[in-house]
């Protein structure tokens, strides 16, 4: 259809030098320093533990399959936080907000989709990965093979990625009109959705076939592998096997929850309910919080994970004595 004001595209010059203006928290123009102050120290920390624990499990000789996937879990997140962080550090930086090209908005959200994306399938497979332990310990080993656990990654990043991609491009198909100023850190989906000319519900369709795909999917298989695992824990009479066999699900239950609970309500509703200043806040916490988080409930109750530290940390001291 049709609009005033709308961003032409026919040019194929057009695309490459268009530019929209992400204006961040613009409005807190006295709270500048201290986000970003803020946003840096919280990024910097993100980055460092999410490293230690990619390097921790790299270096371990024997690595079980949650180990094998949470490594993956800790790369994802790495590269998670590189792909918004460092543009909303410049967006605090810039008194009016930053300029982001067409292409580079385009690029932004397609890896932020695929790497959530490949985050919600890989969780689907660790809650496989605890409902074998748990369910099947005799034929754990022979299950969860190396094998699979490689095909399980791989197909967990394929598949993300095919559908961020085409997510993607069925945003920026859409005539683009109002003005080119997201109200946002980021070139999040909903917020640049906002700027379709379409008055129709038209766009929102491959939103929500992606949330289908990328959020409904997976949380169904997780439900599931928790739905089992409940019934083969009803079905052990001593309370310490019941509490010994739950305590190796925490941390997986605790990331499952923070990271659907955002999710799902930034990106599982109709566009009439979009509010700018709430998204942020939430996204603030998606983006930036929830990742620092991870690293250190795993290193706070993954027993594995806390002797492997142990030992780098060993390691390191017998070096600087040498």
Excluded: W
């Excluded at 809650?127 to 095909?151: H, K, N, T, W």
């Excluded at 990106?267 to 939430?282: E, H």
């Amino acid at each position: 259809m049709s609009c005033e004001g709308c961003i032409e595209r026919d040019n194929g010059s057009t695309g490459a030098t268009m530019e929209f203006l992400l204006l961040g928290f613009s409005e807190l123009l006295r709270l500048r320093a201290l986000l970003f102050l803020t946003f840096l120290i919280v990024h910097l920390v993100t980055l460092a533990g999410n490293m230690m624990i990619f390097m921790a499990v790299v270096m371990e000789p024997s690595r079980p399959p949650m180990l094998f996937f949470l490594c993956q879990l800790s790369a994802i997140e790495f590269c998670y936080t590189l792909v918004i962080v460092p543009k909303a550090l410049l967006s605090l930086a810039a008194a009016e907000g930053s300029a982001i090209s067409f292409l580079g908005c385009a690029v932004q959200m397609q890896l932020f989709v695929a790497l959530g994306g490949a985050e919600c399938f890989l969780l689907a497979a660790m809650s496989y990965d605890r409902y074998v332990a748990i369910c099947q310990p005799l034929c754990y080993a022979a299950l969860m093979s190396e094998g699979l656990c490689l095909r399980l990654a791989l197909l967990c990043g394929l598949a993300a990625c095919a559908l961020a991609l085409g997510l993607t491009a069925a945003v920026f198909r859409l005539p683009l009109c109002r003005s080119r100023r997201i109200d946002h850190f980021f070139c999040d989906v909903p917020a640049v959705l906002q700027l379709a000319c379409t008055q129709s519900y038209g766009p929102e369709l491959p939103l929500l076939a992606a949330c289908v795909l990328l959020l409904l999917l997976p949380l169904l298989l997780i439900l599931a592998s928790y739905l089992r695992i409940a019934v083969a824990l009803s079905g052990i009479t001593s309370s310490a096997g019941r509490g010994k066999a739950f305590s190796t699900c925490i941390s997986h239950l605790a990331i499952t929850l923070l990271h659907y609970g955002c999710a799902t309500f930034i990106y599982i509703r109709p566009k009439s309910s979009y509010s700018p200043a709430r998204d942020k806040v939430v996204s603030l916490v998606y983006t930036n919080i929830t990742p620092l988080l991870y690293p250190l409930i795993y290193s706070l109750r993954n027993k594995e994970i806390r002797g492997i530290l142990r030992k780098m940390l060993r390691r390191k001291k017998i070096a600087q004595v040498n």
